[in-house]
């Protein structure tokens, strides 16, 4: 596992349902995780709740699955294109993602905006309370 976070452009993934966004997402999440990245650096949105529980199960279950058995492990590591990776690597990648999980903004993305706006309400032009439409 990498120290320094190493740089990774920013990426858009949009494709239509059933195409394997969960599957990219989550292998970009933990690359950029195993590369140092800190949990809340990371944003990942979806249009649904359903989506984000999927892709937050998704995170934890490959990386608990490839911290415990080698042979997941590996295929994690190919995913990711880190070929090196082991399991204890997976472990430490698992650790850091369990101590940020209350950092971390993985949701919708109108919860996202909502949270946005509940931070600066008076400079979007709003009062102290208001509700999503």
Known sequence: MNT???L???ELIRASAGSGKTYQLTNRFIRLL???QSPERIIALTFTRKAAGEF???ILTKLADASV???MARQLAKDIEVPDAKSANFRAVLR???EGMGRLTLGTIDSFFRGILGLFPLEFGL???????
Do not use: R, S, V
Request: net charge negative; hydrophobic share 35%.
């Open 69 to 71: 058995d080698t042979k």
């Open 96 to 98: 850091t993602l369990i």
């Open 8 to 10: 990774i452009p920013h």
């Open 34 to 36: 195993y590369h140092g």
């Open 4 to 6: 320094a976070p190493t």
């Open 56 to 58: 937050f199960a998704g």
């Open 127 to 133: 009062g102290g309370e208001f509700e999503m439409m």
